[in-house]
């Protein structure tokens, strides 16, 4: 490596992150420049996986970035950690076991995606600590492993985790990472050509198989009886079956009832929407991902505002990441407002907390101090008790998001609260016309 190479691959680096700031990973730092060499300029990825990810979805950028640097129109060309310099070889480098065996390509694997990214919280522990099991050991700890949940919660994410630590602990197994609907148009694609015999090869001699977004099985009768042998012969071998999918296997509708029951042999898991502090955790996470930091007020921010799914929140950091290099600005809570707006539709869709606690307090005619405080006493314990059923009611805060407005409370005093009110409710009509009064003036409040 030549002083040369270093200063032209630094001046890529700045363009990438001034002109293709969604790609820019941390990571690119550690990509060695190796020159220009019969006609390319190479760099060195620290892993294939990093390689692969590099070819599929940085190509186009890094060519852009190198013309712009040098004043040159070459192409720009990736190599993995042992690839010769000298070699010709071109596409994308997949293990050697695969190779060999002819499989097709698989969905591309992130290297953002691994486990030590993965932000565990209430709503995804219980996945998480299943999809590890599985990593350590496939085919033995949960079989299958059936992961449903929401859009954007990170089923992708525990999927790529689970390959890819497969992957770092043993480079020759044969994985098998698809989409249901590519294993559906691969599946019709050989019954025409005739070619029925290398389609089971490629799903059935392997040693892990992942398809994500199962669902997408529904009502297709001949495809649906393909995979059922598929799994049992897989299943029967001790063959590691990872799937995901949107619902639950009882809950996608026009599934036989044999793969329901088979899909429900292993553990099935769930994903739910992040918390608060989740979320938060998220978005410092994958900021660090791209090199950013965010201050904790803008954080928690984007984490009120964006309460939805991961994709979200994902979005709304590269949104943040475009309005710092337009207006060369740090990015800080301000700027957060301006970039995502104060009344985002996920922040207006009821009334906040702190609506409903100003409501309660001038009502009871007490003060956000006493509900936040440890005091019991009845004149306290009744409107934090009130004020937590209607956050629970009225918003799409967690029950821990909302013990945490009340001092840290947890999410069964929470539960207990709610509880306590809609029985006094039932028994009380005085106190029912209470609770009716509070949500009225919550709606006239809002308006």
Not at 190 to 207: K, L, P
Not at 368 to 380: F, P
Not at 426 to 437: A, M, N, W
Request: hydrophobic share 40%; aromatic share 8%; with cysteine.
């Amino acid at each position: 490596m030549t002083d040369p190479d270093r200063q032209t691959w630094d001046r890529m680096l700045s363009h990438l992150r001034a002109q293709h700031p969604e790609i820019c990973r941390q990571w690119f730092e550690e990509i060695e420049p190796l020159g220009l060499v019969s006609g390319s300029f190479c760099l060195r990825a620290h892993s294939g996986v990093h390689r692969e990810y590099l070819e599929r979805h940085c190509a186009s950028a890094f060519n852009d970035a190198f013309q712009n640097a040098t004043g040159h129109l070459l192409p720009v060309r990736f190599l993995g950690p042992d690839e010769e310099i000298a070699s010709e070889s071109g596409g994308r480098a997949v293990p050697r076991s695969q190779r060999a065996a002819g499989f097709p390509d698989t969905i591309a694997l992130n290297p953002d995606y691994n486990f030590a990214t993965f932000v565990v919280g209430p709503a995804n522990r219980y996945a998480h600590a299943a999809a590890v099991a599985v990593s350590e050991r496939p085919g033995q700890a949960y079989n299958p492993l059936f992961i449903h949940g929401g859009v954007g919660l990170g089923k992708t994410h525990l999927l790529q985790a689970i390959c890819l630590s497969i992957r770092e602990h043993t480079p020759d197994a044969i994985i098998q990472y698809f989409s249901c609907e590519s294993f559906v148009t691969r599946f019709t694609d050989a019954i025409r050509a005739g070619e029925m015999t290398q389609f089971r090869h490629w799903f059935r001699d392997v040693d892990v198989l992942v398809i994500d977004d199962i669902h997408f099985l529904a009502a297709k009768e001949r495809s649906q009886e393909e995979f059922f042998h598929t799994f049992n012969a897989l299943f029967q071998a001790n063959k590691q079956i990872v799937l995901s999918s949107d619902a639950s296997p009882e809950h996608i509708p026009d599934l036989e009832d044999r793969l329901v029951s088979r899909f429900k042999w292993g553990l099935v898991t769930e994903l739910e929407p992040p918390d608060f502090e989740t979320r938060v955790a998220i978005i410092k996470s994958k900021a660090r991902l791209r090199g950013l930091e965010f201050p904790d007020d803008a954080a928690h921010y984007i984490a009120t505002v964006k309460d939805t799914n991961i994709r979200e929140l994902e979005g709304a950091i590269t949104t943040l990441q475009m309005y710092s290099n337009v207006e060369r600005t740090r990015i800080d809570v301000d700027l957060a407002r301006r970039a995502l707006g104060q009344n985002h539709a996920g922040a207006s869709a009821g009334p906040s907390i702190q609506i409903i606690i100003d409501t309660v307090t001038d009502f009871y005619n007490v003060r956000v101090t006493d509900l936040q405080s440890k005091r019991r006493q009845r004149s306290i314990a009744l409107p934090r008790q009130v004020c937590m059923y209607l956050a629970r009611k009225h918003t799409r805060h967690s029950l821990e998001e909302i013990g945490g407005y009340f001092g840290g409370r947890d999410h069964t005093t929470v539960m207990h609260a709610v509880k306590t009110i809609e029985g006094r409710k039932g028994g009380d009509p005085e106190f029912h016309l209470v609770v009716d009064t509070l949500e009225r003036r919550l709606r006239d409040r809002r308006a």
